[in-house]
């Protein structure tokens, strides 16, 4: 069975940071590509960042660009968000996500329905 737990979500000051992690269970998880999404109230679920299953090729949304950096362990079967310079509207729930390897991943790293598996997501919460 797969399972996806995100852990590091919490509390921030606007101009702090936090590190977000993904574990994954009953993958394997070098064949994946992972991505963060995040839902903050009365919105919809948004592309935030993905990595490659090598972890050579990474992708930003543009409101979080150069603040936000997405890594992963594959010995640890792990995915990082680490997050910098959090402003009030990075407030949400953020969810990981796996997608099969797929040569086209490019062209849809950003959508919802191209990750096969979902965590619970974690709150994350900017406030002063």
């Known amino acids: 069975q797969v399972r996806l737990v995100e852990s590091g979500g919490g509390l921030v000051q606007p101009g702090g940071s936090l590190r977000l992690s993904c574990e994954a269970s009953?993958?394997?998880?070098?064949?994946?590509?992972m991505g963060w999404f995040r839902q903050a109230p009365g919105t919809e679920r948004v592309f935030v960042a993905a990595i490659r299953s090598s972890g050579g090729t990474t992708y930003y949304a543009p409101s979080v660009k150069g603040r936000f950096t997405i890594s992963r362990e594959n010995a640890k079967n792990t995915v990082y968000l680490q997050m910098d310079s959090l402003k009030w509207e990075d407030s949400a729930v953020y969810y990981c996500?796996?997608?099969?390897?797929?040569?086209?991943?490019?062209?849809?790293?950003?959508?919802?329905?191209?990750?096969?598996?979902w965590g619970q997501g974690t709150q994350v919460a900017v406030s002063s």
């Open positions: 996500a796996a997608a099969p390897n797929r040569i086209d991943y490019s062209g849809y790293y950003y959508q919802q329905g191209g990750y096969d598996h």
């Open positions: 009953g993958v394997t998880f070098n064949r994946y590509n």
